[in-house]
């Protein structure tokens, strides 16, 4: 599942974000990526609402784990997911493709898809 | 024996140092910088330093004082812009003194003591390279009292605790007064100045953190500088303000952007609020009908003087009425007045795309000036934020704010409020109750 044209995720709209997402189609579910490219900043309320919707989407027990990525997020809002180490749970890729703990992203590499 | 030292004046490539002192009062390990190269020439066999200051030198005064820490007589003096060592040498240089052998007898302060190869204030990266690199030298100094080395590469100074579960890993520098909680995880390559405060769990590594600082827990700061709420990524040249406190936030009082808002506005406000608290219950209670929050939150860039760096971040959160109409929906608003985020009339808040979209500096100075309940725009009728007239109201209430034109604005507001007509355009209202009377005794 790919969520697209974010405008802000911050207050205004970090009650409704996960809402809006775990109202689609779930079973079976294995990636969602959520593109930041369009959202200059994030905070507190935003950081909550990715948390919030990691734990809708991932079980307790661990099972069907669900992966999240963020998509090329603007690097002001990429430092504050990583102050907030939002990047231990959740694959960021940056802007050159490259995830943060350098391996490639599947779309960028011209390989088989890097798994970690 | 005499010397010069220019003091740095604006950096663009490292605005964020200079936020909030020049850059000549930069911490560095400890110590301001003038104060590093003040000890340095001290060392030298200077006498008598003139420090030449182009940016907020009574800042610089205020720390250097009459040089006499150092056993000198040190006189700060203000210019109008930053000099090069060969024209301070040709403007302050006399032939009737002993100076200093050049190159020390004027020296621009952009590098540290004997480290020359090592620019301060080209970019950020080099800016935290060439602390790494002076890290060994500073505690060494002559007058460093207290710091000591409790490990190869690992320095700790006076007064600092570091919890016992907490590991260092060299080459790092804990400063004076520093607190570093249980299961921190400092360096390798992290420098945290005076007065900073570290929370449990935090991992800081090839990282500064600024004087009166607090990191707060289980956080990750990695390649970074951070200087209070500001965050800079010396890797990614990218920095941020960190909006919530319980992350990255400053020790020292933050100084409000403007006069903040008189006590008896607040007071009014905190009065109509409960005054028209009767109109805001039906909207409330209709929106938890239809399972909404009475309340809807909404994000604000934080008004800044022009001089300041502007930059991401730097919000506040402030509330609107869901589902009520025109400006009922910003009764909420009249918290914020008490609070102080806002004034009774300002400029209105424009979220993080909204100010993106200002397209250059005249339209920028909307967010020159306090926010308001109302604003000249609404005076006039012009709601909408995208309309060339609106920036334009903003841009001009921006610059000609006084307590006069706030009464204006209130009574156009009232005005507009009862007519439903702004007051620059009455005459469309007046002209036709006047106009036909006129016109019958013209007839006979």
Known sequence: ?116 | MKAILICPAAREHVAALAESAPLANLPVLGHGLIEHWLEHLALKGAKEVCVLATDRPEQVRSLVGDGARWGIRAEVFPETRELTPAEARAKYCTVDSAWLAAPDDAILMDYLPDAPENPLFTSYASTFKALQHWLPHAATTPDRIGIHETKPGVWVGLRARVSPGAELRAPCWIGSNVFVGEGATIGPGAILEDNSFVENGAEISYAIVGADTFVGECTELRHSIALGNTLVNWEMDSMVKVPEDFLLCSLTRREPAFQSIHFLGRVVAMLALLVTLPAAVWPMLRAKFYGLPALRPRVAVRPHAVSTVNMPGDTLVYHELTGAPGWLRRWPQLWSIVRGDFAWVGNRPLNPNQAARLTNDFERLWLSAPLGLISLSDAEGCADCFKVQTRAHASYYATQANWRLDWGIIARAIFLLLSGIPYSRRDEWLMPHFKRPVEFRTAH
């Open chain 1, 1 to 116: 599942m790919s969520v697209q044209d974010l405008q802000e995720l911050s207050a205004a709209n970090a009650r409704s974000f996960p809402g809006e997402i775990c109202t689609s189609e779930l079973a079976g579910l294995k990636h969602v990526e959520i593109d930041l490219s369009k959202i200059h900043f994030v905070d507190g309320y935003g950081l909550g609402a990715l948390a919030a919707l990691y734990v809708a989407l991932n079980k307790p027990d661990g099972s069907s784990p669900v992966v999240i990525r963020l998509l090329h997020p603007q690097p002001p809002v990429q430092q504050v997911l990583e102050l907030a180490r939002m990047h231990h749970i959740f694959e960021i890729i940056p802007r050159n493709g490259v995830l943060t703990e350098g391996w490639p992203h599947p779309d960028v590499a011209n390989g088989t898809p890097e798994s970690k």
